[in-house]
Nanobody
Framework: QVQLAESGGGLVHAGGSLRLSCAAS????????MNWYRQAPGKQRELVAS???????HYGDSVKGRFTISRVNANHTVYLQMNSLRHEDTAIYYC????????????????WGQGTQVTVSS
């Protein structure tokens, strides 16, 4: 069974920084892509950043130049460094992993974390 543990959220003033962490645990062999999504009240869930097993990254337009995604494959952990935070970055941030290979199956799966709250005061 695979679980995602998210941490690092909190309250920060505009212009400040936070680093989110997501650690995947279970009978995992490998993970193709690791993503951070976010959802603010009354808005659709949006992709913030993604990173492949080879290190290729993608960022949403609203966070380019401010956020950095990284991963450590050895312990199945993904990070999101958030700098120059704005009030509009306030949301619940969700970790998502795709193309997950398990020891017990030849299939590939995907999983979602429970989310961590990020609040940026203006």
């Amino acid at each position: 069974q695979v679980q995602l543990a998210e941490s690092g959220g909190g309250l920060v003033h505009a212009g400040g920084s936070l680093r989110l962490s997501c650690a995947a645990s279970g009978n995992i062999v490998s993970i193709s892509t690791m993503n951070w999504y976010r959802q603010a009240p009354g808005k659709q869930r949006e992709l913030v950043a993604s990173i492949t097993s080879g290190g290729s990254t993608h960022y949403g337009d609203s966070v380019k130049g401010r956020f950095t995604i990284s991963r450590v494959n050895a312990n199945h952990t993904v990070y999101l460094q958030m700098n120059s935070l704005r009030h509009e970055d306030t949301a619940i941030y969700y970790c998502n992993i795709e193309g997950v290979r398990l020891i017990t199956s030849s299939l590939r799966f995907h999983y979602w974390g429970q989310g961590t709250q990020v609040t940026v005061s203006s």
